[in-house]
Nanobody, 124 residues
Framework: QVRLVESGGGLVQAGGSLRLSCAAS????????MGWFRQTPGKKREFVAA????????YYGDSVKGRFTIARDNAKNTVYLQMNSLKPGDTAIYYC?????????????????WGHGTQVTVSS
């Protein structure tokens, strides 16, 4: 079992920045590829970013490329999402997730463990 706890969400003006953190516990963190997803009420869950076990490969959703950066610190069992140039359309609940699969994947269904999410609200 892997427990994931997100933090760092909040209210920010358009153009601002936030850094989300996701602290993992329970299993060896470096055994998991990690991902960030987001969801708003009535909409489908959206892939945001993913990072490989060692951190050498990263992937981004088209809507956040060039603005968001995913990183991980395996010594601290934590994955981060740096969000810059935020837009009102980025408003959502952001979830981190852990995937024990061999390759880094973008489909939420592939992920084994999920956090409870943190709210990000971007005002115009």
């Amino acid at each position: 079992q892997v427990r994931l706890v997100e933090s760092g969400g909040g209210l920010v003006q358009a153009g601002g920045s936030l850094r989300l953190s996701c602290a993992a516990s329970g299993r060896t963190f470096s055994d998991y590829n990690m991902g960030w997803f987001r969801q708003t009420p009535g909409k489908k869950r959206e892939f945001v970013a993913a990072i490989s076990r060692s951190g050498d490969r990263t992937y981004y959703g088209d809507s956040v490329k060039g603005r968001f950066t995913i990183a991980r610190d395996n010594a601290k069992n934590t994955v981060y999402l740096q969000m810059n140039s935020l837009k009102p359309g980025d408003t959502a609940i952001y979830y981190c997730a852990a995937d024990s699969g061999y390759s880094t994947r973008v489909a939420g269904e592939a992920y084994d463990y999920w956090g409870h999410g943190t709210q990000v609200t971007v005002s115009s």
